[in-house]
């Protein structure tokens, strides 16, 4: 194989760039990568924790580790032992790679796993990462105020990429009117939506009570979509009212039926009782959609000074009601903020990150 752009120092084949874990459902991690696998980079992608070890003992030096959502590695275990074991794998292998030569990123997705289940050694696993990373990566610049009460980013090497929008991506045919016609919604008809996968964290609850505390309550109709577990959607057939309109989806929404959801809203809501990022904020914004997000420091850090953006305190159910029943930005506001963060401008700079990484070695 003649060298690439993004050749190996030592025998001419290109560097690889091992990506754990790796999601095909994912579009935050394909549109990440593609200024790499244009530059050349050999993509390694492994779900897997027994993958992951595999593509770490091929990589030394000039090739970098990717370590993204770290619930794979403790949270998949069946019980205390095995958690401690897959994170004393996962050290180890880790630990050999970089002996060889190789650099290791880490994004910070999450301060910790969502639904934890052995807290004292996710903790370690993230202070393990914490300290050992050549480059923490992460996407809220107040990352490390919203971690430390669990481990120190200071002092390490930090860089702040943005999450891309996804302008260019979900780009498609159909108009609003065809969208909202296909859900049963009138002219005076609120639709809220709340997309993403539905899980316990992440406030229906609040934003359920909100619906019905609103003094328009009756113009709302609460769009639902994102993958369930078959517990939280009976938790969530329990929560709501039977005078509250709902369209729901359950499932996994295909990328062809993105655009409709997010065509037929009038408002898209994220009531998160804790969140450090949110691709449903990006998706929002890629639409046209306004947003409504927790008043959270970190938050209005990187988008207080948006203008399709509308605050509520956390967990208060009566704050949201108010918002929601206020005059609601203009559909198309985030235009500028889209365009600043294309999705190829935003990989492009993730390729710089992963070139500087591997400089001299």
Not at 23 to 32: A, T
Not at 49 to 62: I, K, Y
Request: no cysteine; aromatic share 8%; hydrophobic share 40%.
């Amino acid at each position: 194989m003649p060298p690439t752009a993004r050749s190996h120092p030592r025998d001419g084949r290109p560097s690889r760039l091992a990506v754990f874990p790796v999601y095909r459902d994912n579009p935050y991690l394909n549109l990440m990568l593609l200024a790499p696998r244009a530059s050349g980079w050999d993509v390694l992608e492994s779900a897997r924790l027994e993958r992951f070890e595999h593509d770490l003992a091929s990589l030394g030096t000039g090739d970098v580790a990717h370590v993204h959502w770290t619930a794979p590695i403790v949270q998949r275990a069946g019980d205390t032992d095995e958690a401690v074991d897959r994170s004393a794998r996962f050290r180890t292998a880790v630990d050999g790679a970089r002996a060889r030569g190789a650099r290791v990123l880490w994004t910070v997705h999450n301060a910790l796993a969502h639904d934890v289940r052995y807290e004292e050694h996710e903790i370690a696993l993230n202070r393990y990462l914490a300290a050992t990373a050549d480059a923490v990566h992460v996407m809220n610049s107040r990352t490390g105020d919203v971690v430390a009460p669990f481990y120190d980013l200071s002092g390490r090497r930090v860089h702040h990429i943005p999450h891309p929008s996804y302008r260019g991506i979900y780009d498609g045919n159909g108009s609003r009117a065809e969208a909202r016609a296909r859900f049963g919604l009138g002219d005076d008809d609120l639709a809220v939506l709340f997309f993403g996968q539905i899980r316990p964290y992440k406030g229906v609850d609040v934003l359920v009570e909100a619906l019905e505390q609103a003094p328009t309550a009756g113009r709302f109709v609460l769009l639902l979509a994102g993958r369930t577990s078959t517990e939280d959607e009976a938790t969530i057939d329990r929560l709501l009212p039977d005078g509250l309109r709902t369209v729901r989806h359950h499932d996994y929404v295909d990328d062809a039926e993105v655009k409709l959801w997010f065509d037929a809203a009038d408002v898209a809501v994220l009531p998160y009782r804790r969140v450090l990022n949110s691709g449903s904020l990006h998706l929002a914004a890629t639409f046209g959609v306004p947003v409504v997000l927790p008043n959270e420091a970190h938050l209005r850090s990187d988008f207080g000074g948006e203008p399709w953006v509308r605050w509520f305190e956390p967990g208060d159910a009566g704050a949201l009601a108010r918002v929601l029943s206020e005059p609601l930005p203009e559909r198309g506001a985030a235009r500028e903020f889209t365009a600043r963060l294309a999705p190829f401008a935003v990989s492009r700079r993730y390729d710089a990150l992963l070139r500087d990484m591997t400089i001299g070695r």
